[in-house]
């Protein structure tokens, strides 16, 4: 198989092979290194450069291109194009790879081979061959590992420690990105660090941290809550600083924007359904106990009551309020006060943005006259004996009261009274009231809010819970 211009034929990448004299090829730029420089064997004193970069001509192909030389020329051609761009290569050197020692640092790819540029024999040009710059270019839009073979965030977070120094797959959309910082090594070599941090319906702050010019250059084009990233082979660690688990950019790392996929459309409807949910984030999606007089709110469900009508709902559940007498079975509130504490915007009342502390949504209000607050913003797991209610609201006055303490009093608790504190709540029979709405983007379907929780008078619970199965059996 070939493809053809005006002036040339190229040779699909799934066609090289070393015996192939001077192949054309021409693919789109997926990924690219720095350009980095080591001491010359032959010529002690002097040093080599070299960079590499990854190119894609169809949904299942791809290859890793390695230049070596002096840094002139090196410096030169890394520079004339960047990820996204495509080119064409004239007279490559077709060579088989060593791929346990060359992927341990490179991408993996499905071609057995690699290309050598030499700085004598071949040439790499922008392409200008617009009748397949359209379709190449739809190739930036596809993972290049399996859409499904992926960590959530929260999923990192929950396996902790034991994924320190492992490599994933993430998906996640971007919450906000950080201004590139410059410094200079031990070595006197420049160096640049920039940190993006990341979202998905299972958390709501992650840090991926990019230490090359490329990466960073990519991150700043993101645009906070509107772009989605799969991200195959970052590397996961434990920061011990800060007490969190992070991301890395590497060098096998290919990062895919927008990808067109099933899992990233799920995760696009959540971040548009947050977006048009958020001037009455707390008003609408997260009501407080005195917007709703709970005098009024009677019916009593089980977990697998509620988890039923959704399901026979076809799709169209009209919000329910109802109680449950079961206990929080989730509550991590001991471990990063920044998973549970977020600043709002005083007049909308929405989430603001951590980097820069404003809200995306009041744009037409004057900065003078607005301010923002601390607010507990608690992801919670419901449980009674019929099953669990994952990831529900637990946010604002109604975490306060039920945790006997308000923000600044939280934040100036010693960490073994936080622990204490949790465990005073945990898997103690409560009555939760909670407001239960349809949500398909949401990560199990039910956007679940708790508006009050304390603990329940055993005998009301008891005879509570005796009238529901007594019903049930009549049903």
């Keep these: 198989m070939a493809y053809s211009s005006s002036t040339r034929d190229f040779v699909a990448l799934s066609d090289l092979h070393p015996n192939l004299a001077r192949p054309n090829v021409i693919g789109v730029v997926i990924g690219k290194t720095d350009v980095r420089g080591f001491p010359d064997r032959k010529n002690i004193g002097s040093e080599r450069y070299t960079f590499s970069f990854t190119i894609r001509d169809s949904p299942t192909y791809f290859i890793n291109v390695n230049s070596w030389g002096r840094e002139d020329y090196i410096r030169s051609l890394s520079e004339s194009f960047r990820v996204g761009d495509c080119v064409t290569i004239e007279n490559p050197l077709v060579q088989s790879k060593e791929a346990e020692r060359e992927e341990k640092f490179n991408p993996v790819t499905p071609s057995c081979y690699k290309l050598l540029l030499s700085e004598n024999h071949s040439v790499v040009k922008t392409s200008s061959c617009y009748e397949m710059d359209t379709k190449l270019l739809s190739l930036l839009h596809l993972p290049v590992k399996d859409p499904q073979d992926y960590y959530s965030l929260g999923d990192i977070i929950a396996n902790g420690q034991s994924l320190d120094g492992r490599i994933l797959n993430v998906l996640a959309a971007v919450m906000s990105v950080g201004e590139p910082k410059y410094f200079m090594t031990s070595d006197k070599r420049k160096g640049q660090r920039c940190e993006v941090k990341l979202y998905d319906e299972t958390e709501m702050s992650f840090p991926i941290v990019c230490w090359d010019n490329e990466s960073i250059q990519i991150a700043q084009s993101w645009i906070p809550r509107e772009t989605v990233i799969f991200a195959s082979d970052v590397r996961i660690n434990f920061d011990k600083f800060r007490n969190c688990m992070t991301a890395t950019v590497i060098s096998k790392t290919i990062i ?29 999606e997260e009501p407080s106990k005195e917007s709703i007089n709970l005098e009024t709110v009677v019916d009593i469900y089980t977990v697998e009551q509620l988890k039923e009508k959704a399901l026979q709902s076809d799709g169209k559940l009209e919000p329910v309020y109802g109680i449950i007498y079961g206990y929080i079975s989730t509550l991590d509130i001991d471990d990063n006060a920044s998973k549970v504490i977020r600043n709002r915007c005083s007049i909308c009342r929405f989430i603001v943005n951590e980097m820069s502390n404003t809200c995306t949504f009041c744009s037409d209000v004057s900065s003078y006259s607005k301010s923002t607050f601390s607010s507990f913003d608690i992801l919670v797991d419901l449980t009674d004996h019929t099953g669990t209610l994952y990831s529900c609201y637990l946010s604002d006055s109604v975490a306060e009261e039920t945790l006997g303490c308000t923000v600044r009093e939280f934040l100036a608790l010693a960490e073994d009274r936080k622990t204490a504190l949790k465990w005073q709540l945990l898997l103690e029979r409560s009555k939760i009231y909670f407001k239960v709405t349809l949500s398909p983007s949401w990560r199990t379907g039910l956007k679940v809010n708790v508006l009050s929780c304390k603990l329940a008078d055993p005998r009301e619970a008891s005879q509570s819970l005796l009238g529901k199965e007594i019903g049930n059996k009549r049903l």
């Design 256 to 284: 895919t924007t927008n990808p067109e996929t099933a899992e990233a459309n799920v995760l696009f409807s959540f971040i548009k359904e947050s977006a048009q949910s958020g001037a009455l984030h707390d008003r609408m």
